[in-house]
């Protein structure tokens, strides 16, 4: 979302429609207003502009940094530079949001009358969501990052992915797992072993039971007990504790989880959450449980808090303020202290103020998410004696579970990052073939589905006069308009009910009965017998002769009836006739 106003004002987004979740909608447009905020804070405070790069961006790492930023800005006019953008504004972040439409868990939207998009929960966050799009030749599921049971947001809904043609794996938390220790890659390669590439005889209920463990969840608890214990080894030695974590799930664990622990401790420490969003992100996520997972739903029918932080504000442990120099902020203010902020970088806001006053003291603590390059991060502050801790979170599907998810949604095609076949290639004889794409690549998709099914607009159905074929079919004629609807292809009336419907010549089947074709001619008041040359003709082939009021011949055989007359007007006759006797629609 942070990164949505840069594309939503290039002229190609122009006319642009984003599909965003309510509760994404409304968390990221604070958290862009507090991003544009700090922003203007640090531009204020240091500068607009300074003479030459800053003094910690000197040497051999940032150098390299520099030179590539400028090669691509004037020596490869067609690389995208929206990198090199200038942060977005306060105007640009309405005009993206008036470009948002969102929806909520499980509605469908129609886009252009081709696809139907739906939005699931995928478990990682409050609002993250995976995909469905359904067009009428092919169903498509876009996986993002996903935790099947999750400690605070609604679990993964994957029963409303299941049996879609082609699933878009986007989930590259498997291979930041592999990229941290490749000694394992055996324990972590889902395609790389037999054993887990076929289905050997394990069933949908065992799937789902693998899938809806909740060793996640303990795993996540065990990483932010950690934390919480690390905070209290640095409180006790008299040291600080500055955590820019950005991600809200984790924030609202780890207040939860002081908020359970804080009194068996023998100490007291105030705890700050210092964000222009916080106070309203706070109050948000007591004010969406139909977003939340079933054991905070239950909480809110019980009559308890939502989340633990409500406690700790109850007993006045916990304070929030947009900035450092806000009203009230001095007589609160205490060392040592635990302080939230958002801003991973350290660039901006509370963040960097608080850095230089504490990176000097080895006593204090700073809590990075993994995945952050620390010595570039710190660089400005140097030298440090600040404690780093660096902590993973549960960030998407474990390689051991994206086996048995594809076994339950059963696509027919899975589409994998390159880097999966890579560090991972698939196995001959996988139950689901698969294809490997890369960025800025384009490719080709078989199609999946060889039919596919067209309705009838309820008007078009109800005027139809169907005509029995044989014991099992019945044809009826029909004059519609393809139309493209909801996804759908549809058959609907034209505009243009015109009498023409009606001066069609009919469409005619079935055995002709030769007899009957002659007394239907004589009925006219034609002059016509059979040929005699018919005689000795094997099977029903007969022909008529027909004399008056013009002469023409009538063939009828097994296969056909064939009129053969040069007046126009004789040959109507005789074609009225041989309808009379004829099934036609």
Same mark, same amino acid.
């Given at each position: 979302?942070?990164?949505? &106003?840069?594309?939503?004002?290039?002229?190609?987004?122009?006319?642009?429609?984003?599909?965003?979740?309510?509760?994404?909608?409304?968390?990221?447009?604070?958290?862009?207003?507090?991003?544009?905020?700090?922003?203007?804070?640090?531009?204020?405070?240091?500068?607009?502009?300074?003479?030459?790069?800053?003094?910690?961006?000197?040497?051999?790492?940032?150098?390299?940094?520099?030179?590539?930023?400028?090669?691509?800005?004037?020596?490869?006019?067609?690389?995208?530079?929206?990198?090199?953008?200038?942060?977005?504004?306060?105007?640009?972040?309405?005009?993206?949001?008036?470009?948002?439409?969102?929806?909520?868990?499980?509605?469908?939207?129609?886009?252009? !009358?081709?696809?139907?998009?739906?939005?699931?929960?995928?478990?990682?966050?409050?609002?993250?969501?995976?995909?469905?799009?359904?067009?009428?030749?092919?169903?498509?599921?876009?996986? &993002?990052?996903?935790?099947?049971?999750?400690?605070?947001?609604?679990?993964?809904?994957?029963?409303?992915?299941?049996? +879609?043609?082609?699933?878009?794996?986007?989930?590259?938390?498997?291979?930041?797992?592999?990229?941290?220790?490749?000694?394992?890659? !055996?324990?972590?390669?889902?395609?790389?072993?037999?054993?887990?590439?076929?289905?050997?005889?394990?069933?949908?209920?065992?799937?789902?039971?693998?899938?809806?463990?909740?060793?996640?969840?303990?795993?996540?608890?065990?990483?932010?007990?950690?934390?919480?214990?690390?905070?209290?080894?640095?409180?006790?030695? !008299?040291?600080?504790?500055?955590?820019?974590?950005?991600?809200?799930?984790?924030?609202?664990?780890?207040?939860?989880?002081?908020?359970?622990?804080?009194?068996?401790?023998?100490?007291?420490?105030?705890?700050?959450?210092?964000?222009?969003?916080?106070?309203?992100?706070?109050?948000?996520?007591?004010?969406?449980?139909?977003?939340?997972?079933?054991?905070?739903?239950?909480?809110?029918?019980?009559?308890?808090?939502?989340?633990?932080?409500?406690?700790?504000?109850?007993?006045?442990?916990?304070?929030?303020?947009?900035?450092?120099?806000?009203?009230?902020?001095?007589?609160?203010?205490?060392?040592?202290?635990?302080?939230?902020?958002?801003?991973?970088?350290?660039?901006?806001?509370?963040?960097?103020?608080?850095?230089?006053?504490?990176?000097?003291?080895?006593?204090?603590?700073?809590?990075?998410?993994? !995945?952050?390059?620390?010595?570039?991060?710190?660089?400005?502050?140097?030298?440090?004696?600040?404690?780093?801790?660096?902590?993973?979170?549960?960030?998407?599907?474990?390689?051991?579970?994206? +086996?048995?998810?594809?076994?339950?949604?059963? &696509?027919?095609?899975?589409?994998? &990052?390159?880097?999966?076949?890579?560090?991972?290639?698939?196995?001959?004889?996988?139950?689901?073939?698969?294809?490997?794409?890369?960025?800025?690549?384009?490719?080709?998709?078989?199609?999946?589905?060889?039919?596919?099914?067209?309705?009838?607009?309820? +008007?078009?159905?109800?005027?139809?006069?169907?005509?029995?074929?044989?014991?099992?079919?019945?044809?009826?004629?029909?004059?519609?308009?393809?139309?493209?609807? +909801?996804?759908?292809?549809?058959?609907?009336?034209?505009?243009?009910?015109?009498?023409?419907?009606?001066?069609?010549?009919?469409?005619?089947?079935?055995?002709?009965?030769?007899?009957?074709?002659?007394?239907?001619?004589?009925?006219?008041?034609?002059?016509?017998?059979?040929?005699?040359?018919?005689?000795?003709?094997?099977?029903?082939?007969?022909?008529?002769?027909?004399?008056?009021?013009?002469?023409?011949?009538?063939?009828?055989?097994?296969?056909?009836?064939?009129?053969?007359?040069?007046?126009?007007?004789?040959?109507?006759?005789?074609?009225?006739?041989?309808?009379?006797?004829?099934?036609?629609?």
């Amino acid at each position: 979302m942070l990164g949505l &106003p840069f594309l939503t004002r290039l002229p190609s987004f122009a006319n642009t429609k984003v599909y965003v979740t309510e509760v994404a909608s409304r968390i990221g447009k604070l958290m862009m207003a507090e991003l544009v905020e700090m922003h203007s804070q640090f531009v204020s405070f240091y500068g607009p502009d300074m003479d030459g790069i800053p003094k910690w961006m000197e040497g051999e790492k940032h150098s390299k940094l520099m030179s590539m930023l400028q090669k691509i800005g004037i020596e490869d006019e067609r690389n995208d530079l929206s990198p090199l953008m200038p942060l977005y504004s306060a105007a640009n972040i309405e005009e993206c949001m008036q470009k948002i439409q969102p929806i909520k868990y499980g509605q469908e939207v129609c886009f252009n !009358g081709m696809l139907m998009l739906k939005a699931s929960s995928s478990g990682l966050e409050l609002g993250n969501c995976a995909w469905s799009l359904e067009g009428p030749r092919a169903s498509i599921t876009y996986l &993002p990052s996903t935790v099947f049971v999750s400690a605070h947001a609604l679990d993964c809904d994957y029963n409303s992915l299941k049996e +879609n043609d082609i699933i878009l794996f986007s989930d590259f938390s498997s291979l930041n797992v592999m990229d941290e220790d490749d000694e394992n890659l !055996g324990e972590n390669a889902m395609l790389c072993d037999d054993s887990v590439s076929r289905d050997d005889g394990v069933g949908e209920d065992e799937n789902v039971q693998i899938l809806c463990k909740t060793d996640d969840i303990a795993e996540e608890i065990e990483r932010i007990s950690f934390i919480w214990s690390s905070i209290i080894d640095a409180i006790k030695s !008299g040291g600080s504790v500055l955590v820019p974590i950005e991600r809200l799930g984790v924030i609202l664990l780890i207040l939860e989880l002081i908020s359970e622990t804080l009194h068996s401790f023998d100490v007291k420490v105030p705890i700050f959450i210092i964000s222009g969003a916080a106070e309203k992100m706070i109050a948000f996520t007591n004010a969406v449980p139909e977003w939340l997972c079933k054991p905070r739903q239950e909480k809110l029918f019980s009559g308890e808090a939502l989340f633990g932080h409500v406690e700790l504000l109850k007993e006045g442990k916990l304070f929030m303020f947009p900035h450092l120099y806000s009203k009230g902020m001095l007589a609160a203010w205490k060392e040592p202290c635990i302080v939230f902020c958002p801003d991973m970088s350290l660039r901006h806001g509370t963040v960097v103020h608080l850095l230089r006053r504490w990176h000097a003291d080895k006593r204090n603590l700073l809590i990075l998410e993994q !995945g952050v390059d620390a010595e570039l991060a710190l660089k400005p502050f140097m030298p440090v004696s600040i404690q780093i801790l660096e902590c993973s979170f549960l960030s998407g599907i474990k390689a051991g579970k994206v +086996n048995p998810l594809l076994t339950v949604l059963k &696509p027919k095609l899975v589409l994998f &990052p390159e880097e999966m076949k890579l560090r991972c290639p698939l196995k001959e004889g996988a139950p689901w073939p698969c294809l490997y794409y890369s960025k800025g690549k384009t490719i080709e998709v078989p199609n999946t589905r060889e039919e596919f099914e067209v309705r009838l607009a309820a +008007n078009v159905a109800l005027g139809l006069q169907p005509r029995q074929l044989d014991g099992t079919v019945a044809v009826a004629r029909l004059r519609a308009k393809l139309h493209l609807s +909801n996804g759908q292809y549809m058959l609907v009336a034209p505009k243009d009910q015109s009498d023409g419907q009606t001066k069609r010549l009919l469409l005619h089947w079935g055995a002709v009965d030769a007899g009957h074709v002659l007394s239907a001619l004589l009925e006219k008041g034609m002059s016509c017998v059979f040929s005699g040359d018919d005689v000795g003709l094997v099977g029903s082939e007969r022909s008529i002769l027909v004399t008056s009021p013009g002469d023409a011949l009538v063939k009828i055989t097994s296969e056909r009836t064939v009129i053969y007359c040069n007046d126009e007007g004789t040959s109507k006759q005789i074609y009225y006739a041989l309808s009379s006797v004829c099934n036609g629609i």
